[in-house]
T-cell receptor, first 114, second 112 residues
């Protein structure tokens, strides 16, 4: 059981480059989300989705795009990377069947923007 | 969502109980208390959650005061592998309430 899988684990970009962080889950979870974590800080919500075709903004959405074409996948796109986006990114999912319960997190993608 | 206040750091001797406090004095009647932890730089891991009754699972116990303004996470026999940052979070149930707001948490160091 793979759970939540994030790729790549590490990435270095130059300012202005674009890239996509991939997130996939095999638990048939309706809810998926992206967080970023800066050094010494807690996690901040970027975008989330409550089901295929439905996305919404979190606390820090600027500079990021998302889409949810399937239940399994929730990619995060950086259209023009900036040094301020240097961070560790975590994808998380949970079942929408109950409104409580746990979030399952991936292992993180470490992004450096030069 | 109600805000939480946690100590920045705590130490605990290996084999002893670790008691991690959390203050959530503005919690509303339908808001749940959640605990997660993050070991080193890994993804956060769910520990336990509760509404008003004390809860226990294989990892920990959650004690919520009668007025629900504070809670304590108890790791009964701390090991070195319990060294982590522990996050206390409160949020209401219901549609649109899937997001969790993570603060800076408490860094627990288990000492041999």
């Amino acid at each position: 059981n793979a759970g939540v899988t994030q790729t790549p684990k590490f990435q270095v970009l130059k300012t202005g480059q674009s890239m996509t962080l991939q997130c996939a889950q095999d638990m048939n979870h309706e809810y998926m989300s992206w967080y970023r974590q800066d050094p010494g800080m807690g996690l901040r919500l970027i975008h989330y989705s409550v089901g295929a075709g439905i996305t919404d903004q979190g606390e820090v959405p600027n500079g990021y795009n998302v889409s949810r074409s399937t239940t399994e996948d929730f990619p995060l796109r950086l259209l023009s990377a900036a040094p301020s986006q240097t961070s560790v990114y975590f994808c998380a999912s949970k079942t929408g069947v109950t409104n409580t319960g746990e979030l399952f997190f991936g292992e993180g993608s470490r992004l450096t923007v030069l | 969502d109600a805000k939480t206040t946690q100590p920045t750091s705590m130490d605990c001797a290996e084999g002893r109980a670790a008691n991690l406090p959390c203050n959530h004095s503005t919690i509303s009647g339908n808001e749940y208390v959640y605990w997660y932890r993050q070991i080193h730089s890994q993804g956060p891991q769910y520990i336990i959650h509760g509404l008003k009754n004390n809860e226990t699972n294989e990892m920990a116990s959650l004690i919520i005061t009668e007025d629900r303004k504070s809670s304590t996470l108890i790791l009964p026999h701390a090991t070195l592998r319990d060294t982590a940052v522990y996050y206390c979070i409160v949020r209401p149930p219901g549609a649109g309430s899937y997001q969790l707001t993570f603060g800076k948490g408490t860094k627990l160091s288990v000492i041999p």
